[in-house]
């Protein structure tokens, strides 16, 4: 998957600036699909030039000019043919695995410290997560929401992106857990 179509999915929400754009990443996105803002801008101005969004300029006094995007028919024809298009197998790139993959006796502080960060990282992003949900939901049942909604999908991603945390704290608790058992194993 490109940020390309993960930019055009966003932009069905409406209109929206690349600061708006990054901030929703960071907010609703970034549960299955991460981007610096610096290649969310370029990306912008490639979709621009190949017709998939439009760009539009507003005059502001004391700021920057604000640039707005909107999705063209050519943008939905692609994110259309992106979502008719077979699914690639996930594939984890995690580089605190391999150091928990890599671990000897002497480096369990290390990934310890490792997986206790994560854990907070997670624990924050959850928050977040309930946050957004709440906003979505907005009083509503979860089943009211989906009956109702007219797009599901960014729910559906947050769901899988709750999910998602949530195991990322049971599998650190288990293997706290079950450093810390070898560890005190090796000290009696």
């Known amino acids: 998957m490109s940020l390309r179509n993960a930019v055009l999915a966003a ?22 699909w991460m ?14 030039a190949d017709g998939l969004i439009e760009t539009r300029v507003i005059e502001q006094e004391r700021r920057p000019n604000k640039r707005l995007h909107t999705i063209t028919a050519a943008g939905r024809a692609a994110l259309h043919e992106f979502i008719a298009e077979p699914v690639k197998p996930t594939a984890i790139r995690d580089e605190m695995l391999v150091k928990v993959q890599g671990m000897s006796d002497g480096d369990s502080p290390a990934v310890r410290t490792a997986i206790t960060e994560r854990m907070e990282c997670s624990k924050a992003k959850l928050a977040r997560y309930e ?58």
């Not at 932009?11 to 299955?32: H, I, Q, R």
């Not at 981007?35 to 621009?48: G, N, V």
């Not at 907005?138 to 945390?165: K, M």
């Not at 949530?166 to 000290?187: G, K, P, V, Y």
């Open 11 to 32: 932009l069905l929400e409406g209109e929206a600036s690349g600061y708006e754009l990054a901030k929703g990443f960071d907010a609703s996105v970034a549960n299955f």
């Open 131 to 188: 946050r957004l949900r709440t906003r979505l939901l907005d009083g509503r049942s979860e089943q009211a929401y989906l009956a109702e909604s007219a797009r599901i999908g960014p729910y559906l991603t947050l769901v899988r992106g709750i999910a998602f945390e949530q195991e990322n704290l049971r599998w650190s608790e288990f293997a706290l857990s079950a450093i810390d058992r070898r560890t005190t194993a090796h000290i009696e």
């Open 35 to 48: 981007s610096t803002p610096q290649q969310l801008y370029k990306e912008l101005e490639r979709m621009a």
